[in-house]
Every structure is written in C-alpha cells, then in structure tokens.
C-alpha cells in the first residue's frame, strides 16, 4: 500500500474545500443540482487531482 504524505492529504481536503464551494455557491447550472465532491485524491508529485463526485436524488 502507498504511504500517505501529509502534504497530499492536505492539497486533498484544499482542492475538495474550494470545489464544493464552487459547486454550490457559484455554479448555476440546473443539471449540477445535488453533486457534491465526494473524495479528491493527487498524484505524488501533484500534478494530477482525480474528483470523484456523487449525485444525490432531487
């Protein structure tokens, strides 16, 4: 199993904190209603995020 860095963890919660906050206050797209970012994980040397996002029933 990979060693989780704490500098990743926290890049993690940052980029999932800011989108959702996006998602939900400024994104105005009626088809977005009920997503919300589930989990964000980042390659080791953070140059990719991969958002993993759940879509709740209206």
Same mark, same amino acid.
């Given at each position: 199993m990979a060693r989780e860095f704490p500098r990743s963890r926290r890049v +993690? +919660?940052?980029i999932q904190r800011i989108l !959702? #906050? /996006?998602v939900r206050a400024e994104v105005r #797209?009626?088809?977005?209603?009920? /997503?919300? /970012?589930?989990t964000v994980k980042v390659s080791r040397d953070l !140059? /990719?995020?991969?958002? *993993? *996002?759940?879509i709740l029933d209206p």
């Open positions: +993690e +919660e940052q !959702s #906050d /996006v #797209d009626p088809r977005l209603d009920g /997503v919300i /970012v589930s !140059s /990719v995020a991969w958002i *993993y *996002y759940s």
